[in-house]
C-alpha cells in the first residue's frame, strides 16, 4: 500500500514532476593555481558557474584542478577571464 505523505508509488515510480537540469554534455578539466583553501574553492566554483552553458562545477584545491560540465564546449578564454576576475590564474587545460 501507498504512504499517502509519499509522492513515490509502490512500483518505485514518482508522481509528482520534477524540473531537473539537462546533464552536461561537455567535461572539460582546467589546471588552476593559487588555491589553497575552501574560499579560494568556492571563489573559483562560484566564478565558472555563472558563465553561460555550465552545469556542474567540482574544484579540487589540492591537485590545483577544476572539472567543469557543461551544455556545449566552453570558451577558454571565457573561463579564464572568470577565473582571472576572482583571483586566481588558470593555467590551460588538464
Same mark, same amino acid.
Given at each position: 500500500?501507498?504512504?499517502?505523505?509519499?509522492?513515490?508509488?509502490?512500483?518505485?515510480?514518482?508522481?509528482?514532476?520534477?524540473?531537473?537540469? +539537462?546533464?552536461? #554534455?561537455?567535461?572539460? %578539466?582546467? /589546471? =588552476?593555481?593559487?588555491?589553497?583553501?575552501?574560499?579560494?574553492?568556492?571563489?573559483?566554483?562560484? +566564478?565558472?558557474? #555563472?558563465?553561460?552553458? %555550465?552545469? /556542474? =562545477?567540482?574544484?579540487?584545491?589540492t591537485s590545483g584542478l577544476v572539472t567543469v560540465g557543461s551544455a556545449?564546449?566552453?570558451?577558454?578564454?571565457? %573561463?579564464?577571464?572568470?577565473?582571472?576576475?576572482?583571483?586566481y590564474e588558470l593555467t590551460g587545460r588538464a
Amino acid at each position: 500500500m501507498e504512504d499517502p505523505m509519499s509522492c513515490c508509488s509502490s512500483d518505485g515510480t514518482c508522481s509528482t514532476t520534477v524540473t531537473v537540469d +539537462a546533464p552536461a #554534455a561537455v567535461t572539460t %578539466v582546467f /589546471a =588552476v593555481s593559487g588555491m589553497t583553501c575552501g574560499h579560494c574553492e568556492q571563489s573559483v566554483g562560484k +566564478a565558472i558557474k #555563472a558563465l553561460d552553458g %555550465v552545469r /556542474a =562545477v567540482q574544484v579540487d584545491v589540492t591537485s590545483g584542478l577544476v572539472t567543469v560540465g557543461s551544455a556545449g564546449p566552453l570558451d577558454d578564454e571565457t %573561463v579564464r577571464v572568470a577565473v582571472d576576475e576572482a583571483g586566481y590564474e588558470l593555467t590551460g587545460r588538464a
